[in-house]
């Protein structure tokens, strides 16, 4: 028969039991997440690949070009320019060195591991699905336009970030959703607005990017996890 010292000893110990497998179960849970979501890409991209047409890309173009004004052109000119891979090339060491000297090395790498992994993705994917850019990329951009490169990386960057920042408590929820999902959608209906990228482009992009960010999100909780952190 347990004495009531025992019991108070196993108590503790009991509930940090369940926390830890509470824990492990959210590293599973977002990875399985970002697998769905490598899934739903991948059947975008093969679509793409054998050349299957795409209505809806038409249409959206169609009235897109339909309702663009000058002072659209230039916003979203600034946005797209803001979401650039170069862009993001200064941002990425910037906000590493931030998170590093105030929450450590293994979070600033895990940060770091999302956008350096959609840059290389990015790369190799359009070198499989070469796709032909809408007109009005013409004589602006030349590199195949499978998938949203844009969009690939402000997703994977953004969505880690503000989940990374709202797990250590830097920033609260409400303004990490609203950045995490609107800055990302801001940068694709941009790419689209210009005319330089197909609206698939843009989803397949985001989908890709945000199975990134959900893979870094597990690493970062079964880091979290093996640490004992609540």
Request: glycine share 8%; proline share 5%; charged share 15%.
């Amino acid at each position: 028969m347990l004495t009531p010292a025992d019991r108070l000893t196993r108590a503790p110990r009991a509930l940090l039991t369940r926390w830890r497998r509470l824990l492990a179960t959210h590293w599973v849970a977002l990875l399985t997440a970002s697998l769905c979501f490598a899934l739903v890409f991948s059947k975008v991209a093969k679509e793409v690949l054998e050349g299957q047409p795409n209505e809806l890309d038409a249409r959206i173009r169609a009235w897109v070009l339909a309702h663009r004004t000058g002072f659209g052109n230039h916003f979203f000119g600034g946005l797209t320019l803001l979401g650039s891979t170069v862009a993001t090339l200064i941002l990425v060491p910037a906000i590493a060195f931030y998170l590093w000297r105030r929450k450590g090395h293994v979070i600033a790498a895990v940060f770091t591991s999302a956008p350096a992994a959609a840059i290389v993705l990015l790369l190799g994917i359009r070198e499989l699905v070469a796709r032909q850019r809408p007109a009005g990329a013409a004589g602006i951009v030349t590199n195949p336009s499978f998938p949203g490169g844009h969009m690939i990386v402000a997703t994977s960057l953004w969505v880690t970030l503000m989940y990374l920042l709202w797990r250590e408590r830097l920033l609260p929820l409400l303004p990490a959703l609203v950045i995490a999902a609107g800055w990302p959608l801001l940068v694709g209906i941009s790419r689209v607005y210009l005319d330089v990228h197909w609206t698939s482009d843009v989803v397949a992009g985001w989908l890709l990017g945000l199975s990134l960010a959900l893979a870094a999100a597990a690493v970062y909780e079964r880091w979290r996890a093996k640490e004992g952190r609540r």
